[in-house]
């Protein structure tokens, strides 16, 4: 396996990362970025220049068929490997991020006379206007008792493909008509190289409500709305398993990607969950969390439990043999970046700058605590019609304070979250940090402080990616399984960074003030970050 490769492609928000990866080590011996052309169309659909509602957010999925056509031969350049040495090829996706297709595959925005409706576009995963949609999603499920609800903590997200495609069927029943499939991105662009339909397990289970080998039955949809009783159909393909080979590489896509035709496609899969082998972390007990713009947290546990506010629990959704746990917070890194593109001024408009200054700062003494809800809540409370605030502002409070405290609220989430694993019977002994925020040693240590935990950080600045080569070699016959894979492609540095002590106890404190304001307005002590959200809905409706 010396002079074999495969390549791992990360579809993310704003881009798409190709990886060339060696079977025999994970060594990465190329790489290239492709950012996608159209971006996120959360204010104008880009075919018409026509506003958007608010909360909307699009994209276009000829920008991730350039991914293959841009950033893959571009990493294979860099590598200097000879096409012929690569034996497969995988990928991972946001999720939920998922477009209306004819029976084809053919999406409906690319049809010419649906390229003005805005319904006929890829919804991204923070497309948050379905939240009407999902409230009613969950009613129903309580007052009918539906089964599976407990195993997504009690509440299905507006993120989820349920939320979005009752708002489709309800706001442009025309094109819902249309929709043969509803697919998830990463199943779709699997399906783009190879011409195979799949739908694996994890987004499946995770964000189709497929539990036990069935999705909710048709008299639920009906309660939902009747024209819903056939969504199912939509999103039900022939369903794979994590690291199975979905089919082979087409003569078109090997000439868009400069691969050879007939290696391994392996079947698609989730950014964070992908990101778990890369880490070295399918063992139960090593919650990763992946973290960027927002944070999505996994961890394997050895029996079904039904954790309250969790985005779901799912037999095989992580690695076979496992029941894997997903929670998520909504906005982390973006929280950060909007603080300091808007917010912060002159002479501090940094990160470096920010958390230079907030290091300094024993812990407590900006006297601030900060909600984390910029992007709404995703774990635990599910709702993202709710919003972010700082309490403790005096004419005293300079940048870095705001920077720091907001850190900290990232921080507070994840522990709430954490406590919620434990509580349940769902042990988390160790944190493994992926992503792009592991760069900030201010933030590292802050949540190694919050959470008393030791915090190990993966050995690749591209987990996802790597993650997805690991199953791409297994899809091509080089591993028996996903594990075996781990064990020798992925990487990881253990307890990197310490809890201390005294800064812990500290943290106990302020956390304590943290959850006084999370249950006060996310559970009901005061609305008035929905009534507001309603009234900023409105007035921007009446102004489009």
């Known amino acids: 396996m010396s002079d074999r490769y495969v390549v791992g492609v990360d579809y993310g928000t704003l ?14 011996v190329g790489t290239a970025v492709h950012e996608y052309r159209h971006a996120v169309m959360d204010t104008v659909l880009a075919a018409t220049g026509a506003p958007l509602p608010p ?12 991914v293959l056509r841009h950033a893959v031969p571009a990493a294979l350049a860099d590598s200097g490997v000879p096409a012929e040495h690569v034996i497969g090829i995988g990928i991972d996706f946001t999720a939920c991020t998922v477009l209306p297709t004819l029976a084809d595959g053919t999406p409906l925005c690319e049809l010419p006379e649906l390229r003005e409706r805005p319904h006929a576009w890829v919804k991204l995963w923070k497309h948050h206007a379905a939240q009407p949609h999902a409230d009613r999603v969950n009613r129903v499920a309580a007052e009918r008792g539906e089964p599976w609800l407990g195993r997504y903590g009690g509440k299905i997200s507006a993120e989820w493909q349920f939320a979005k495609g009752l708002q489709l069927l309800e706001e442009d029943p025309q094109v819902y008509a249309r929709a043969e499939r509803f697919i998830e991105a990463a199943d779709w662009i699997v399906w783009q190289l190879c011409g195979v339909e799949t739908r694996n397990v994890c987004t499946a289970g995770y964000k189709g409500i497929l539990q036990d080998g069935a999705y909710p039955s048709a ?9 819903f009783i056939g969504f199912t159909a939509k999103l039900d393909g022939p369903l794979a398993a994590l690291g199975e080979r979905a089919g082979s590489l087409t003569a078109q896509a090997a000439a868009w990607t400069g691969l050879p035709e007939g290696i391994a496609v392996a079947v698609g899969n989730v950014d964070a969950h992908v990101t778990a082998a890369a880490a070295q972390a399918l063992e139960p007990g090593r919650l990763v969390a992946i973290m960027g713009t927002s944070t999505c947290h996994v961890v394997n546990g050895t029996v079904p439990a039904e954790v309250a506010g969790m985005c779901g629990v799912v037999e095989g959704g992580i690695s076979a043999g496992a ?5 998520g917070q909504s906005g982390v890194g973006d929280i950060f970046g909007w603080y300091v593109e808007h917010a912060a001024p002159a002479g501090y408009a940094s990160h470096e700058v920010l958390s230079q200054h907030a290091a300094a700062q024993p812990v407590g003494a900006h006297g601030l605590i900060a909600l984390d809800w910029w992007n709404g809540n995703r774990s635990l409370l599910v709702n993202h019609d ?3 605030l700082i309490v403790g502002l005096t004419l005293a409070t300079r940048p870095p304070d705001v920077y720091r405290a907001l850190l900290e609220s990232t921080a507070y989430g994840t ?17 493994v940090v992926a992503g792009g925020l592991t760069s900030n040693t201010l933030l590292m240590q802050i949540y190694a402080d919050v959470t008393d935990r030791p915090l190990s950080i993966i050995g690749s600045a591209q987990g996802p990616a790597l993650g997805s080569a690991i199953h791409a070699a297994v899809a091509a016959g080089a591993y028996p399984d996903v594990h075996k894979a781990s064990d020798a492609m992925g990487r990881v540095h253990r307890g990197v960074y310490q809890p201390d002590p005294e800064r ?3 943290y106990d404190a302020l956390y304590a ?3 006084l304001l999370h249950d006060h307005f996310g559970r009901g002590g005061d609305d008035v970050m929905l009534r507001l959200r309603a009234i900023r809905n409105a007035a921007r409706g009446e102004q489009a």
């Open 15 to 28: 881009s798409g990362r190709a990886l060339v990866v060696r079977v025999s080590d994970g060594a990465e």
């Open 55 to 66: 909360d909307w957010a699009l994209q276009d999925p000829d920008d991730y068929r350039d």
């Open 219 to 227: 008299d639920y949809l009906a309660a939902l709305n009747p024209n």
């Open 323 to 327: 029941w894997g746990y997903e929670a």
């Open 386 to 388: 709710l919003s972010g």
């Open 415 to 431: 522990r709430m979250i954490i406590e919620a694993f434990a509580g349940a019977g769902v042990p988390v002994e160790e944190i």
């Open 504 to 506: 812990a106890r500290a």
């Open 513 to 515: 003030q943290y959850r």
